[in-house]
Structures are given as C-alpha cells and as structure tokens.
C-alpha cells in the first residue's frame, strides 16, 4: 500500500501526526489579575451556609459584584500605551478590551 493511502487506521493516524505538527501552535492569552479581594469574597461565599434569610450570602453577592463592576470600569479608563506612527502625539489608538 502506498504512504498516501487513508483506508487503514495506521496510515491515517501516521497522516494526522505529520498535519499536526506542521500546524502552529496558538500562543495563549494573557490573564488580566483580579482584585485579590474578589477571590477571598467568593470564598467566604461559598463557605457560608445556606439559609432561609438568604441576606448574608446575598450582601456578600453584592459587594463581590460591586468591586468586579469598579475594576472594569477603572481598566476600561486607563488609557492605552499603544501608538503607531501615523497618529498624532496626543491621540492614542483605543485598545482591544475583548
């Protein structure tokens, strides 16, 4: 059988190694770092029982969900460092937040 010929499994795996080595590998997006609080509220969170008054866990909810709205809010207006050439000194190019 030739090396090209797919019908049998040893040839086609032989196949599907060499494409994927040939392939480039993605290079993994940075992490953006949270609020180091963010993690401690959500732990105390889910370490605090349930309860018919849910008011504890619902304030904890709300607090957590208060610093995660201000933290994207102060990344969103931190301006961007970025420039090209062809932009002018005073202008900036607005920054991919996706």
Known sequence: MKDTDLTNMHSLD???TETASKMKEKTPRR?????PRIKELIGRRIAMPRSRDGRAR???????RKIIRTDTRNKKRKPS???SPDTPTGQ???MNYG
């Open 92 to 94: 900036r190019r607005p």
């Open 81 to 83: 460092k970025k420039r």
């Open 31 to 35: 992490r953006i770092a949270q609020d």
């Open 58 to 64: 619902k304030e904890l909810t709300l607090e957590i």
């Open 14 to 16: 032989k196949w599907f």
